[in-house]
């Protein structure tokens, strides 16, 4: 099965930039994806990764490497409301729901 | 609608009683998902709906558990003999189709077995 692995907690400094790092295990591949999610809140899609390299969405930025096996979320001009907890996720296989890794909870300090 | 909704957002139960938990996804979404998350946790997949039929259960952690999507759009997640290690926030997600193309997901239920 599917198994990811990312640090359970981060602080970074308002303005800064942050790192959240994920590395999976699996019998094949089908990409990686990231959500964010505030607490109470629902988790949301922010980005989906396929093919190795660099995905920018505004201040978020997605980075896979296939032969590593790992990922990451890039957070610049970390402000306030980034405050969240953040979810790589990947499928077993090419049609099968996605699985969650544990979740990184991000703190963004003034 | 324009966005996944889930009915009750929340709901208390008594341990032994039976609860459903209700998921309207987004219109024209295949692929149906419920998920079960406990604080500090990420979701934990119980099953997953390609139209009206479940293309993959093996997330149901018992015979307690059992979920329908009867007309291919709302589900119903059904519990008997509430226990209080049932107590979670209970998410759904729609998708257009299969693939791992982003989710949408629903504010969830949060269910307290007491």
């Known amino acids: 099965g599917q198994s990811l692995e990312q640090p359970s907690e981060v602080t970074a400094v308002e303005g800064a930039i942050v790192q959240i790092n994920c590395t999976y295990q699996t019998s094949g591949f089908y990409g990686l994806s990231w959500y964010q999610q505030h607490d109470g809140g629902a988790p949301t899609f922010l980005s989906y990764?396929?093919?190795?390299g660099l995905e920018e969405t505004g201040r978020f930025s997605s980075f896979l490497s296939r032969s590593d096996s790992y990922g990451y979320l890039l957070l610049q001009e970390l402000q306030m409301k980034d405050s969240a907890s953040y979810f790589c996720?990947?499928?077993?296989?090419?049609?099968?729901?996605?699985?969650f890794g544990k979740g990184t909870r991000l703190s963004v300090i003034a | 609608g324009a966005g996944v909704s889930q009915t009750p957002s929340n709901k208390v139960t008594e341990k032994g009683k039976y609860v459903e938990l209700r998921c309207d996804p987004i219109?024209?979404?295949?692929?149906l998902y419920w998920y079960r998350q406990s604080l500090g946790q990420g979701p934990e997949f119980l099953i997953y709906?390609?139209?009206?039929?479940?293309?993959?259960d093996s997330g149901l952690p018992n015979d307690r558990f059992f979920a329908v999507r009867p007309e291919g759009s709302v589900s119903t997640l059904k519990i008997q003999r509430t226990e209080r290690g049932d107590s979670a926030v209970y998410l759904c997600a729609s998708s257009p189709g299969q693939g791992p193309g982003g989710y949408t997901f629903g504010s969830g239920t949060r269910l307290t077995v007491v």
């Open positions: 219109s024209g979404h295949t692929a």
């Open positions: 996720a990947a499928p077993n296989s090419g049609n099968t729901p996605l699985v």
């Open positions: 709906f390609q139209g009206t039929g479940a293309a993959d």
């Open positions: 990764n396929a093919l190795d």
